[in-house]
């Protein structure tokens, strides 16, 4: 009889390079109609229509190998690759990492079954270890991309249960995922980090946007989530937002590395920006 699981656990554990526990990765089936996908959003996340035999289905919720001891989380390529230096760091921040995770997600039991909830709370625990990683790995721009889709978890879980404030942690992710991405654009311009060590920039599993994809991501984010006290500073900040998606849709027609999704809602934010820079012009 076939397996109708959604994900299986590895047979062979890895070992925890900060505390040495021993660690079974889940992962995704993918087969027998398990994923149905849907449209793109203009935030390049892909959605997934939910089949009647298995309901729906969230392959965000499994990219991120976290210890279930120690709190030590990481994407798979980055996670047992570790100098020694970046392990003290991770080791003597260990409790405090655990105890930010407690009033929003309890202590998530990593050794079941992923969950939404567990899911983004393994991003919330990358988010913080990559703080400690050195610049080599491109760990901003990974807090950045785990921000983001700790955001897009939230509001999956708001959906199905609306009364319990996902939105406004959703909220909280994004602006975290604003400061991330447009902080990864200026380390990336100054040279002091490079975003092209980082693999891949999807946002989303299917497909990588790579740096074209990064700098849409950050201006869509500042425009949405960006500060808006200060009006001199939103108006530089729109601008300067308008500018780099007017570089992105400009270049000319669709192709294999500037696609139409990002071609298309490049020229959206473009307009939606013009717009709000045109409405002050007037008033």
């Not at 089936?29 to 996908?37: E, P, W």
């Not at 939105?167 to 992710?173: M, P």
Request: hydrophobic share 35%; glycine share 8%; charged share 30%.
């Amino acid at each position: 009889m076939a397996n109708e699981s959604i994900s299986f656990f590895s047979k062979k554990p890895v070992s925890c390079p900060v505390c040495d526990a021993s660690i079974y990765r889940e992962e995704l089936r993918t087969g027998r109609g398990r994923l149905n996908a849907g449209d793109l959003t203009d935030e390049l996340r892909r959605e997934y229509v939910p089949s009647k035999k298995y309901g729906a289905v969230y392959p965000l919720v499994y990219p991120v190998t976290v210890c279930p001891e120690c709190g030590y989380a990481a994407f798979p390529q980055d996670f047992d690759t570790v100098s020694d230096t970046v392990i003290e760091r991770i080791q003597v921040s260990s409790e405090e990492r655990l105890n930010a995770l407690k009033p929003i997600f309890g202590r998530p039991d990593f050794g079941a079954p992923r969950t939404l909830e567990t899911g983004c709370a393994a991003y919330f625990l990358a988010m913080s270890c990559y703080d400690h990683f050195d610049t080599e790995c491109a760990p901003t721009i990974k807090r950045g991309l785990c921000a983001l889709r700790s955001a897009w978890l939230c509001n999956d879980m708001h959906r199905s249960r609306p009364s319990e404030n996902f939105d406004y942690l959703a909220a909280v992710f994004y602006r975290k995922a604003r400061f991330y991405y447009g902080l990864a654009v200026e380390r990336e311009q100054d040279g002091s980090e490079s975003i092209g060590n980082a693999g891949h920039l999807g946002p989303d599993l299917d497909k990588n946007y790579g740096y074209d994809g990064v700098l849409y991501i950050a201006s869509l984010l500042e425009f949405r989530y960006g500060p808006t006290s200060d009006e001199a500073f939103r108006r530089q900040a729109l601008d300067r937002a308008k500018r780099t998606v007017a570089r992105l849709f400009g270049m000319g027609k669709a192709s294999k590395n500037k696609p139409t999704a990002i071609l298309d809602n490049a020229r959206d934010v473009y307009d939606r920006i013009s717009r709000e820079l045109g409405d002050k012009d007037d008033e």
